[in-house]
């Protein structure tokens, strides 16, 4: 047999390194994307005009910004906010999750963005996975992970779990990247959804995504400086494009 001379491709090795506890521990980032569909109703008129007027009056949200609501005030106008928490409880539980939303450790947020420009966040919660459940109705978006070709329309009842360390945008369906024009104030382009920290050091969540431990000597790390590498290098996500780019 003739030896094949095509060169042989090294897959990258992405890192997160992440606080657990007093210490610093490295981990890879997980390439594996959970998502269905969940059957969640309408929020109530009321709580979709509080939220209006919580966007229009209270925040400043520009085109690709991600910024927290106030979850306690929806709550109270929200009949079906515990059906929507059983609904990804549910669905959680049938992959093999069951509990680790009422676990004690995993928070959450009510949250809203006007799209999102690439990002990773790793740098802030390197030690969890994020857990959405989004609650707007299809508007022609997607949710963008462009380092494994993945894109999830942002609609009422998508459920999705990923690694926080994997570079994700929320991006006009058919387009190839983050386009500010896309976001508009003065379009209909704002999406809610709830969002989970779900622990990466818990065993279910570790095993669901495949993750693998201290993979980094201990020496390579630096104090205090939570963070994603690139084959060892300090890296950043450009936000137009999702490619990574190293730290100058």
């Avoid at 990804?88 to 539980?93: I, M, R």
Wanted: glycine share 8%.
């Amino acid at each position: 047999m003739t030896p094949s001379s095509e060169p042989h491709q090294v897959r990258d090795i992405l890192t997160s390194c992440f606080r657990s506890g007093d210490t610093l521990r490295s981990r890879r980032v997980s390439d594996i994307v959970l998502s269905g569909m969940v059957d969640v109703p309408v929020p109530p008129t009321r709580l979709l005009a509080d939220w209006d007027r919580e966007i229009s009056t209270r925040m400043v949200l520009e085109p690709g910004d991600v910024e927290a609501m106030p979850l306690a005030r929806a709550r109270a106008r929200w009949p079906d906010y515990t059906r929507c928490v059983r609904a990804v409880s549910e669905w959680t539980g049938a992959l093999g999750l069951p509990g680790v939303l009422a676990s004690g450790d995993s928070d959450v947020a009510l949250m809203a963005c006007r799209g999102a420009k690439y990002h990773h966040d790793g740098a802030q919660y390197g030690g969890a996975a994020f857990c959405n459940l989004l609650l707007s109705e299809d508007r022609g978006f997607d949710l963008h992970f462009p380092s494994l070709g993945r894109r999830i329309p942002v609609c009422r009842g998508t459920v999705v779990i990923f690694d926080t360390g994997q570079p994700h945008g929320v991006i006009r369906r058919g387009s190839s990247g983050f386009d500010v024009a896309d976001f508009a104030t003065d379009q209909d382009c704002v999406q809610i959804f709830l969002t989970w920290e779900l622990p990466i050091e818990h065993a279910q969540v570790a095993h669901a995504l495949k993750i693998a431990f201290d993979i980094a000597p201990s020496t390579s790390l630096q104090p205090d400086t939570e963070q994603v590498l690139l084959n060892g290098e300090p890296v950043i996500v450009c936000p137009e494009s999702g490619r990574w780019c190293r730290v100058d």
